[in-house]
């Protein structure tokens, strides 16, 4: 694939709730969705994620709107529309307008096609055989730039499967879960920065120390990044182990021994270091939950440290989020609605 895709630039709904009609604008850099509860920011996140997965739970996202399109650099990536299947309950004629209804929606949103000239944008050098499916395109991007999720409620694992697919016995929340699995992705990235380093070693020139201190620049900053937010209750990284695991005093403990918030900052600070400065997306929905208040304020400046080229994307309530810097990266969901089905019309 190219190098042209880093970002998603625009988000386009139909009909979220039967309803709202929805066009985002997004920064490459970070974009902040707020909004009371029950407005439609986690509905959002969640649609816009769930479609660069294929991961659509087509009976329940049905019901939430009709359609969605993802544009990333300008070019639209994909677009999907829910067909809504016949109700025995309603008669044919009101049965006949939702399908008129949705023959035009398809129109605007046809599910399975790209148009040459956004292939050309997204594959440069590469022949236009007349269309790609959407699996196919998502299937490479997937490839090619990291996505991430994270949803920080910390609620126990729901079934005995979830529990022996992780080998840890301290695993014991979904949290757990998730700390464990990205602590996986942070034993493999350390070996890539460590074959890098060795790489660098092995030319021996006057550089050298100077690359490979490059090449750890990151990771050392994680190390300490996390060092000096865990040193009020006395916590540090145990830096004699390969896996992540801490030291509390003389005591050693892993990372599922933290507490809430620790954990969550953690799994937030982890996501972003494995993606290893490369283009991503990172979403996240309400990350404050549980994290302190001087936590929150240095959110966003922690991750575009540690990756300055990851598009930031999270709904949130806290007004702390955006304090320090980033109230312009705000979007009001009432603000993105475009039309409202249901707005009164007035008589000219």
């Known amino acids: 694939m190219g190098d042209t895709i880093t970002h998603i630039s625009k988000v386009e709904i139909k009909g979220l709730w039967g309803r709202y009609d929805i066009e985002w604008n997004l920064s490459p850099e970070t974009n902040v969705l707020a909004g009371i509860n029950g407005s439609g920011k986690s509905t959002i996140l969640n649609a816009v994620y769930a479609l660069l997965n294929r991961e659509f739970d087509i009976d329940e996202t049905a019901m939430l709107f009709d359609c969605i399109a993802v544009y990333v650099n300008e070019v639209l990536l994909a677009k999907y529309r829910f067909a809504k299947s016949i109700d025995s309950s309603l008669s044919k004629l009101q049965n006949d307008a939702i399908n008129q209804k949705f023959e035009k929606i398809k129109e605007d949103f046809d599910s399975d096609k790209i148009v040459g000239k956004a292939y050309k ?35 126990p694992l729901k079934s005995l499967e979830e529990v022996r697919k992780i080998s840890s016995e301290l695993v014991k929340t979904d949290l757990d879960a998730q700390v464990h699995n990205k602590g996986r992705s942070y034993l493999d990235y350390q070996i890539n920065i460590g074959k890098r380093a060795f790489e660098i070693l092995s030319k021996s020139n006057s550089d050298t120390k100077a690359g490979v201190a490059g090449v750890r620049k990151t990771y050392d900053s994680f190390l300490q990044m996390v060092d000096d937010l865990f040193l009020p209750t006395g916590k540090k990284v145990n830096r004699d182990k ?6 509390s005093g003389d005591e050693e403990i892993s990372a599922c021994q933290l507490s809430s918030g620790e954990k969550q900052l953690l799994l937030i600070l982890l996501t972003v270091l494995v993606q290893d400065i490369k283009p991503s997306i990172l979403f996240m929905d309400e990350p404050e939950l549980s994290l302190h208040f001087d936590w929150q304020k240095k959110l966003i400046q922690y991750i575009r440290e540690l990756n300055p080229n990851v598009q930031v994307i999270l709904a949130t309530h806290s007004p702390a989020i955006i304090m320090e810097g980033w109230v312009d990266k705000v979007s009001e969901v009432r603000d993105l609605i475009v039309l409202d089905r249901k707005a009164p019309t007035h008589a000219s």
């Open 121 to 155: 944008q997204i594959y440069p050098g590469r022949k236009f055989t007349g269309f790609i499916t959407l699996s196919s395109l998502l299937y490479e991007l997937k490839d090619y730039l990291q996505i991430d999720f994270i949803k920080t409620f910390d609620v």
């Open 242 to 247: 390969n896996e992540l695991s801490f030291l």
